[in-house]
Structures are given as structure tokens and as C-alpha cells.
């Protein structure tokens, strides 16, 4: 009964109703990225492939105009 009890618990999405995954929404993009400034897995992120795809792309976009570091070097 507990191992039923343990998985039922839902989780909330990474990517709630309505964000749109932009470069310039920063707050999100932040949200997919390691503390060393690496862009996390899929299966880490809980994304489809195509939000994943999407992120990468936003995440890069981001760091090219310096919205975003592309290493964090903050020891």
C-alpha cells in the first residue's frame, strides 16, 4: 500500500499552462540550466522532446545576445 501511495503523488510540470519557452524569458530558461551553466537533460527536466529542442535552442539564443553566461564560473 505505501509503494502505491508513493507513486501516486502527481508533479507539477516543469513548463506551467501558458509559459511560452522564449529567449527572453529568462526566469524559465534558468530554471533548465546546471549550476555550472551546462543545459540539463531531457529525463532530468521531465520535457518532451520537442520542449526540449525548443529550450536548447531558446537557452542558446540567450547566451549568444548575453542574456544567459555560458559558464559559470561563480566559486
Not at 526566469?27 to 526540449?52: A, M, V, W, Y
Request: positive net charge; hydrophobic residues 40%.
Amino acid at each position: 500500500m505505501n509503494k502505491l501511495r508513493r507513486f501516486s503523488r502527481r508533479r507539477l510540470p516543469p513548463i506551467r499552462y501558458g509559459e511560452i519557452i522564449d529567449y527572453k524569458n529568462i526566469s524559465l530558461l534558468r530554471r533548465f540550466i546546471s549550476e555550472q551553466g551546462k543545459i540539463l537533460s531531457r529525463r532530468l527536466n521531465k520535457l518532451t522532446s520537442k520542449q526540449q529542442r525548443l529550450m536548447t535552442v531558446a537557452i542558446k539564443r540567450a547566451r549568444v545576445l548575453a542574456l544567459l553566461p555560458f559558464l559559470n564560473t561563480e566559486n
